[in-house]
């Protein structure tokens, strides 16, 4: 059973109680036991409150006078608000969404290759430290971590949309603002939550965390056996150009981070997908792809290719450019041709400004941080 306690007490000296994303079915239960309520209400009351996507008619659940008491006060029903919404032409939907504790982060929902389906995108972080030079996420650097419940937050804000759109929000990736492994324990708490048989119908299976290459993170989550797909965000098959866009690679190398995804792969069984955004003159050469495929030699990867979305000048003052397609066409054609798997991933609302590295929003609306 999670404890929530250390949450509630981070929690208490921001903003008072603890929220229904803070608990899982057992301690949720055993709160109720203390206020001497039926324990089994407690495990209705959540499921309820995830099959609604956070919203939860309370009346109809008839979870009597004593529970109603409680709820709202010594455990608040939600601990995050929508702030705003934004349609891409594209089916994106862009949401800001602000916390009780202080700070806001933009979750996505984007179309999935079915129509009846969405896929969730997620921030870990408000802010991140990883200072990636071509994403516009780092630039006012870390404000704070997330906590599970924040997360869990999210994912309810995105099911709910979805299920108001007719879609089900079927797979989620830890993709959006910060770096997941710097804050793993509060984003493993989340998965669980959301992973829980009867809450948010989903596997270990329909969820990724993309990581930078924090090695020590990588195993850490391979050890967890929570079954969840790893992205790597690799962006250069040589550490000198790696380094000069990725900072962190100058703490863990490229050789490192593909030992640790080949690790996470035997031990998992699962296929990692490598994250490599094109970005022209930079890492986007023939001679660069054929590199990307001497590394990943032998061991089986989806490689995710990701025309760069120019977010203007970067912190190190460098302009970046997306590459001609045909560039990207002769990239593709040569991984391919040396028996990569890989994908151009389609930019997905570009117009709402939800596209990947894009999700920079939120640093104006986080002062209070
Ligand atoms: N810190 C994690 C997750 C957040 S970044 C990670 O590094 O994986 C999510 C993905 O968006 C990464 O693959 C990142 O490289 C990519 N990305 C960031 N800025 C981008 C941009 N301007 N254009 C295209 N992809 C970008």
């Given at each position: 059973m999670e404890q929530p306690a250390r949450n509630a007490q981070t929690r208490s000296s921001f903003q008072g109680p603890p929220a229904l994303s803070d608990y899982d079915a057992d301690a949720l239960a055993?709160?109720?036991a203390g206020w001497g309520c039926k324990a089994t209400h407690a495990a209705r009351l959540l499921h309820a409150f995830y099959l609604g996507g956070?919203?939860?008619?309370?009346?109809a659940l008839r979870l009597g006078k004593s529970v109603e008491s409680h709820l709202g006060h010594d455990i608040l029903l939600r601990q995050s608000h929508l702030i705003t919404r934004s349609s891409s032409v594209d089916g994106t939907e862009k949401l800001l969404v602000g916390f009780g504790r202080g700070g806001a982060v933009e979750s996505v929902l984007m179309p999935a290759h079915e129509p009846a389906r969405a896929a969730g995108c997620i921030s870990s972080q408000i802010g991140c430290a990883m200072r990636c030079d071509f994403c516009a996420s780092t630039r006012g650097g870390l404000k704070r971590n997330l906590d599970?419940?924040?997360m869990v937050e999210q994912f309810l804000h995105l099911r709910h949309l979805a299920q108001s759109q007719n879609r089900r929000?079927?797979?989620?990736?830890?993709?959006g603002m910060g770096e997941p492994m710097h804050n793993l324990g509060n984003v493993m708490t989340a998965i669980r939550r959301i992973a829980a048989p009867g809450m948010g119908a989903l596997g270990?299976?329909?969820i990724t965390v993309s990581t930078v290459g924090i090695v020590p993170g990588m195993d850490e989550l391979a050890a967890a056996d929570l079954n969840v797909h790893l992205a790597?965000?690799?962006h250069a098959a040589d550490d000198v150009t790696r380094s000069r866009i990725v900072p962190m690679n100058r703490r863990y190398d490229v050789g490192q981070i593909i030992a640790a995804a080949r690790r996470f792969s035997e031990h998992?069984?699962?296929i990692v997908t490598i994250e490599y955004c094109l970005l022209k003159d930079v890492n986007d050469s023939d001679g660069q792809a054929q590199l990307l495929a001497d590394l990943l030699q032998g061991f089986r990867t989806h490689v995710n290719l990701i025309p760069y979305n120019p977010i203007g000048v970067a912190l190190s003052g460098a302009v970046y450019a997306t590459p001609d397609a045909s560039r990207i066409q002769a990239f593709y054609g040569i991984l391919v041709g040396r028996g990569v798997v890989v994908h151009v991933r389609l930019p997905r609302g570009h117009d709402v400004n939800a596209a990947c590295g894009q999700l920079r929003q939120s640093v104006r609306d986080d002062r209070s941080v």
């Open positions: 055993a709160q109720f956070g919203q939860v008619d309370l009346a599970a419940g924040e929000l079927s797979t989620i990736v830890l993709m270990g299976r329909q790597v965000s690799l998992t069984g699962r």
